[in-house]
């Protein structure tokens, strides 16, 4: 038993910190999530700040709040907030709070701050002040028709023109545009903004998002041309909408908005081709740099028909779906970086290696003769003789093609597809390839990171970069699959076990409220969902293991206190969760497509479909029935934070049920465990807390055995690996878990480093062919939360979810030696770490302001509750622990 010393804790002076409050800052100030965002829908805007302490080891608690919204800046620092004063409230919260002030109409811009007191009641000054602007709310707020050019042909996009006059000086300017699927915005020559690959991707007949941009930087007095460029995206034929609002000094407003078929200026809106002649997200794009036409997105003061080939642009049939805001972080490149390495493989052959599998485009820079074709293509691998190899991408063309177009040094990156890829085979390239020639662009929605690990055990730390570098390859507005071969869809079933990984990685609210929002537009009206969100492929009713439609909502709700996804979503969960329920035969959901997907290959029927990925040992109806409980638990968790008590009852009795049901059909008295007492069987009863109390130990206990007689591997698929670790942990024996998460032989995380892997595999084997062998897969990725959740013990705490109140549980494996995570939550950064010699353990702990943690000591001695500030104990070894 380890003897508990509170080493520091440099919260405590009172004194000190009432002194200190006055340098409090405010800081991180949101709306919906986003720092000052621009054309909001979502309402009540909801409004959050971070404390900081300006000096470090400074802490304290909010004990109330006062939040000030006004119409303009000044108001506000007049203190005349005339849109909404909170007045002081009693509350330590602060995320997510709902504007109550005077109800909200389109483009309206409002300012706003906030003060809060501290657990002495004094009170802080006022924050600096943000702001946020509501977008178009109404569907009359709309001017505009959708309008389009002649049919293209071979994926051409489409470049269309529009040329005003402003006659007056400019107080400000909106644009609000959805051009599907992929759009560029230019005004008078200059792209607006840095956002690549917009809008977000969504069900087209439910919901098209719109995007809006401060115009003002870019207009002038005169004559003003905007131009925009249409791609196919994920439509496939361009389409634009776009309206401009000019708000003039002298009160005046102008809107202008795009119209088909007017052929007098200044109505007329202009459509062409241009330079890029191909574009497909699988297959690359073309672009010929010949026919850039210089100009054509500035005004022609002589005579607009400019460019001469365009023509009148006609209106075309809108999209089905109802126009929202795009709120979410926008697809922005990233990084850029330069080429590992760059070899001739054969005489003007070159394939450059960027050090690194990700997702994104290469930008190229040369001197060319005019017409001279560069062809780039990308993939993941190499034949033996060093040039790529693209068999995996399976009809993917994942090929650029630039004509140059003679002349002075030229530059071009692709607009509207991108790739994941680790090389790039480039020919046509003029005389010799140099770095300096190229860039690598790294490609996502710009979504922000938020936990960090590192232990002692450098495997580990490997493992857990690749695992963060695929799931930042796999944020696409939606999280996808895989960034490299013509899938990158959103599959419900590797979501199951990846959000948490997500959420430990990056702040992903709005990304993840976006993709259930997806999700519910694939909802038919027998309550059936569909595997993949937006839907494209995969199955119609969704695999049952698809719970990740309400474990998305719960997790942000633990992770960020935001329940209002789990009101907006909860009628559809009822549904889903009811068409499994009508899908049962005494009590056990038969069907099955998925299952404990992709384990290791002796395991997979390899007759299955979706190129033998079927467990071949695991029954399907096992999973399903074990997913239906799943969903009950979560159906009576989420009806409680919702107080609809008769309905957390009902779901917690049928929980009940179909638990028996399970423990009747697959119990195996004999063996002492489940189904066909394999790893994934038995790891997956455990961790849904299947097993009844008794029968726990003998569980364990087989499950401890089935993994040494693997060698201590595992031999589970997608969904099962992540039961599989957190189950032993849970249940003492972290230490086998360790040793399946560090093996370096097949089939391991490991493994897939020693061959060369930065980022995960779809499978357990090494291949580079095939229908289903990406390179780039988050779906085996759980070891990495398992890391942030067991090594590091950071946990949200349910009673309290938003992480104002949390869990820090470390287990500890001697080996590691340390372990230092970070995660940044909405309140601040939580820093958990502890270091183990040889008869004594130290725990360390950063508790942000206004937060508050349990520890949960790792030796069993009792639990400790501490403020924030920073905190360390010393604790004998828990040698039990010791791997
Ligand atoms: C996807 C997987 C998914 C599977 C389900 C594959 O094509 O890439 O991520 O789990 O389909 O069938």
Redesign the pocket.
Same mark, same amino acid.
């Given at each position: 038993m380890g003897l508990l010393t509170e080493c520091s804790s440099k919260s405590r002076s009172q004194e000190r910190e009432s002194i200190i409050f006055e340098n409090l800052m405010i800081i991180g100030m949101v709306c919906n999530q986003l720092e000052n965002p621009l054309g909001i829908g979502y309402l009540p805007p909801l409004l959050g700040w971070k404390l900081s302490p300006q000096e470090k080891g400074l802490w304290c608690y909010q004990s109330a709040y006062q939040i000030q919204v006004a119409s303009s800046k000044e108001y506000l620092s007049a203190n005349e907030p005339d849109l909404w004063d909170s007045g002081k409230i009693i509350s330590e919260k602060s995320t997510l709070i709902p504007y109550e002030g005077t109800s909200l109409c389109s483009r309206q811009r409002c300012f706003w701050r906030v003060r809060v007191w501290d657990q002495h009641d004094n009170c802080s000054p006022f924050s600096l002040s943000s702001f946020w602007e509501t977008g178009l709310l109404h569907s009359e707020d709309w001017e505009g028709e959708w309008i389009g050019g002649p049919p293209s042909k071979g994926g051409l996009a489409l470049y269309f023109r529009h040329v005003f006059n402003i006659k007056k000086p400019i107080l400000r300017a909106r644009a609000y545009l959805a051009g599907l699927g992929y759009h560029e915005l230019h005004l008078n020559g200059k792209k607006v903004g840095d956002h690549v690959l917009e809008p977000g991707w969504t069900d087209y007949d439910k919901r098209v998002f719109y995007v809006t941009h401060d115009a003002a930087p870019f207009l002038q007095i005169g004559y003003n041309a905007i131009g925009v460029i249409v791609g196919n995206g994920w439509l496939g034929m361009p389409k634009l909408l776009l309206q401009l609002e000019v708000f003039y000094e002298d009160g005046s407003i102008e809107t202008l908005a795009t119209h088909g078929g007017h052929t007098h200026a200044p109505d007329v809106w202009h459509v062409g081709t241009g330079p890029v002649r191909g574009n497909s997200i699988y297959d690359g794009e073309t672009y010929d740099a010949r026919l850039e036409m210089s100009g054509w997105d500035i005004p022609n003061l002589d005579n607009d028909t400019f460019p001469s080939h365009f023509s009148v642009a006609m209106p075309i049939e809108s999209p089905r779906g109802k126009l929202c805001s795009q709120e979410l972080e926008p697809i922005r490149v990233v990084g850029t970086h330069a080429p590992k390495d760059i070899r001739e493989i054969h005489p003007g052959i070159f394939v450059v290696d960027a050090g690194q599998n990700l997702a994104g485009w290469v930008r190229i820079r040369l001197r060319a003769k005019a017409g001279t074709c560069i062809q780039l293509r990308y993939a993941e691998n190499l034949r033996e003789d060093g040039s790529i190899n693209q068999d995996n991408l399976r009809t993917a063309m994942a090929t650029d093609t630039y004509y140059a177009k003679g002349g002075d040094k030229e530059e071009w990156e692709p607009r509207f597809t991108y790739h994941g890829f680790r090389y790039v085979q480039i020919e046509g390239w003029p005389g010799q390839l140099h770095p300096d020639s190229l860039d690598i662009r790294t490609v996502r929605s710009d979504l922000k990171p938020v936990g960090t690990f590192q232990c002692g055990y450098p495997l580990l730390n490997a493992i857990q970069k690749i695992v963060f570098n695929t799931e930042a390859s796999n944020l696409h507005s939606v999280p996808t699959?895989?960034p490299q071969r013509d899938?990158r869809?959103g599959?419900l079933?590797?979501m199951t076990v990846r959000t948490e990984e997500l959420l430990y990685h990056f702040q992903a609210g709005q990304f993840l409220a976006k993709w259930v929002d997806d999700i519910a537009d694939i909802q038919n009206s027998n309550g059936s969902i569909t595997?993949t969100a937006p839907f494209k492929w995969?199955k119609r009713p969704a695999d049952p293991v698809s719970v990740s439609y309400l474990l998305s909502a719960w997790l942000c709700h633990l992770h960020y206190g935001d329940f209002r996804i789990l009101e907006t979503h909860y009628d559809g969960f009822q549904r889903w969760v009811a068409y499994l329920e009508a899908q049962t035969e005494e009590g056990i959901l038969r069907y099955s497509?998925?299952g404990d997907?992709?384990p290791p290959e002796a395991f997979a029927d390899s007759e299955s479909i979706?190129a033998g990925?079927v467990s071949r040992e695991t029954p399907g109806e096992l999973i399903s029935t074990g997913y239906l409980y799943y969903h009950h638990i979560l159906m009576a968790k989420i009806a409680n934070v919702l107080e609809k008590r008769a309905d957390a009852t009902y779901y917690e009795h049928r929980a009940k049920e179909v638990a028996a049901a399970f423990h009747r059909a697959f119990w195996k008295e004999s063996v002492g465990g489940y189904g066909s007492n394999n790893q994934s069987c038995n790891a997956l009863a455990l961790s849904f807390h299947l097993v009844p109390a008794e029968n726990i130990p003998r569980v364990v206990d087989n499950l401890v055995r089935n993994v040494e007689n693997h060698g201590n591997h595992l031999t589970t698929g997608?969904l099962c690996s992540k039961y599989l670790l957190e189950a032993l942990s849970e249940h003492g024996r972290i230490d086998v878990a360790f040793r399946i998460a560090t093996q370096t032989t097949y089939p391991s995380w490991g493994y897939m480093l020693e061959n060369g892997a930065t980022t995960l595999w779809?499978r357990w084997e090494y291949s580079v062919g095939g229908a *289903?062998h990406?390179h780039n897969?988050p *779906?085996l990725g759980s070891v990495a939360s398992w890391m942030f959740k067991y090594l590091a013990g950071i946990l949200p705490d349910e009673q309290h979810p938003g992480f104002r109140r949390f869990i820090i549980h470390p287990r500890i494996v001697s080996k590691l030696g340390w372990v230092e995570a970070t995660y940044h939550t909405q309140n601040g950064v939580i820093s958990s770490g502890w270091s183990s010699q040889s008869d004594r353990l130290e725990i360390r702990l950063k508790v942000p302001s206004n937060c508050c943690a349990k520890i949960i000591m790792p030796d069993g001695t009792p639990s400790i509750d501490v403020g924030p500030g920073e905190h360390s104990f010393t604790t004998a070894n828990p040698v039990s622990y010791i791997a």
């Open positions: 699959d895989c899938e869809l599959w079933n590797d595997d995969g497509s998925w997907w992709a979706g990925a997608n779809e *289903m990406s897969h *779906m």
